[in-house]
């Protein structure tokens, strides 16, 4: 079962612009993860949230947590063609497993 | 590298036969974890490790899987007469525990003919 689940599925911005993705979930949380994969390599950790954190900064990523809303937002600023990847959220289910939403496909245009 | 290893990267086998895969955790991690990912998903639990015990397997793991996790470092996960379906991105994680940052391997590719 889905726990997160990432909108939208796919984005296609200029180099240059910022992308902003989102993620719901279903259930409370102790804390919220976003990965990046680049195609057909394994998932790289980006940034981890608490719960009792609202927003949290790592380079050009920001990242939002809105417990009551179940939902987080990835932003990244200034984009670059490296930054063309899929990019999913996760969260521990029960403590014991993380559960990942479908991801969102980003596409940076030179 | 003190990362997540897993090997090997690719594999091709004919179907029905059986494939084994290994992943080296980081050294620290307790828990440890295979992920299944097909074309276009998310990845899908199949089970995790907290040392060297098996705490949980996904209905997703048919009886011809297996894993296993000797002594509580490396693990492995023996797929037995493989079908087509059985055909994608494997990917093991470890962690602390069930709180902090899980951190992935590179994944291996199978591919069933």
């Known amino acids: 079962s889905q726990q997160g689940e990432e909108d939208p599925q796919a984005l296609s911005i200029q180099e240059g612009e910022n992308a902003t993705m989102n993620c719901s979930y279903k259930?409370?949380?102790?804390?919220l993860q976003w990965y990046r994969q680049n195609s057909g390599r394994g998932l790289v950790h980006l940034i981890l949230?608490?719960?009792?954190?609202r927003e949290k900064h790592s380079g050009r990523l920001r990242v939002t947590l809105d417990t009551s809303k179940k939902s987080s937002s990835l932003l990244i600023t200034a984009s670059r063609a490296a930054d063309t990847a899929s990019y999913f959220c996760?969260?521990?289910?029960?403590?014991?497993?993380?559960?990942f939403g479908q991801g969102t496909r980003l596409t940076i245009n030179p | 590298d003190t990362g997540v290893s897993q090997n090997p990267r690719h594999k091709i086998t004919k179907r029905g036969q059986n494939v084994t895969f290994r992943c080296d955790p980081i050294?620290?991690?307790?828990?440890l974890y295979w992920y299944r990912q097909t074309l276009g998903q998310g990845p899908e639990f199949l089970t995790y490790?907290?040392?060297?015990?098996?705490?949980?397997k996904s209905r997703l793991l048919s009886d011809r899987f297996s894993a296993e996790r000797p002594k509580g470092s490396f693990s492995t996960l023996e797929i037995q007469r493989t079908e087509q379906g059985d055909s994608a991105m494997y990917l093991c994680?470890?962690?602390?525990?069930?709180?902090?940052?899980?951190?992935f391997g590179q994944g291996t590719r199978l591919t069933v003919v």
């Open positions: 994680a470890s962690s602390l525990d069930g709180f902090t940052e899980a951190f």
């Open positions: 259930t409370s949380i102790n804390n």
């Open positions: 949230i608490r719960s009792n954190e």
């Open positions: 996760a969260s521990w289910s029960g403590a014991q497993k993380l559960v």
């Open positions: 050294s620290e991690h307790n828990r």
């Open positions: 490790f907290q040392n060297e015990a098996q705490l949980e």
